[in-house]
């Protein structure tokens, strides 16, 4: 069974950074988290779960959203099985609960992400931006 548990959220000023990361365990092929998209959503108050970053390592693809670019980075530790989020010069609009998400077919890494290919999905981690 796939785990994933992610950890970093906190209450932050706006314009100040925080790294999520996201530990995945469970699957018993040493590659599999490298030949699978893996990403972060974010879901907040009374909105859609939305994809942020996404990352297909062996295609060495990532995708961004467009209120994202330039902000934050996505990026895997050498293992593949540790998902980090570089969030900088946060915003308010940013504040949401996010969401590590793992097992969606390489192609849903080149673009839009669809949250429904995603297999296996983290608990959230809370990020609140103030202004």
């Known amino acids: 069974q796939v785990q994933m548990v992610e950890s970093g959220g906190d209450s932050v000023q706006a314009g100040g950074s925080l790294r999520l990361s996201c530990a995945a365990s469970?699957?018993?092929?040493?590659?599999?988290?490298?030949?699978?998209?893996m990403g972060w959503f974010r879901q907040a108050p009374g909105k859609e779960r939305e994809g942020v970053a996404t990352?297909?390592?062996?295609?060495?693809?990532?995708y961004y959203a467009d209120s994202v670019k330039g902000r934050f980075t996505i990026s895997q530790d050498n293992t593949k099985t540790t998902l980090y989020l570089q969030m900088n010069s946060l915003k308010s609009e940013d504040s949401a609960m996010y969401y590590c998400a793992a097992g969606a077919p390489s192609y849903i890494c080149f673009g839009v992400p669809d949250k429904t290919a995603f297999r296996y999905w983290g608990q959230g981690t809370q990020v609140t931006v103030s202004s």
């Open positions: 990352i297909y390592s062996a295609g060495g693809r990532t």
């Open positions: 469970g699957y018993t092929s040493g590659t599999y988290f490298n030949r699978v998209c």
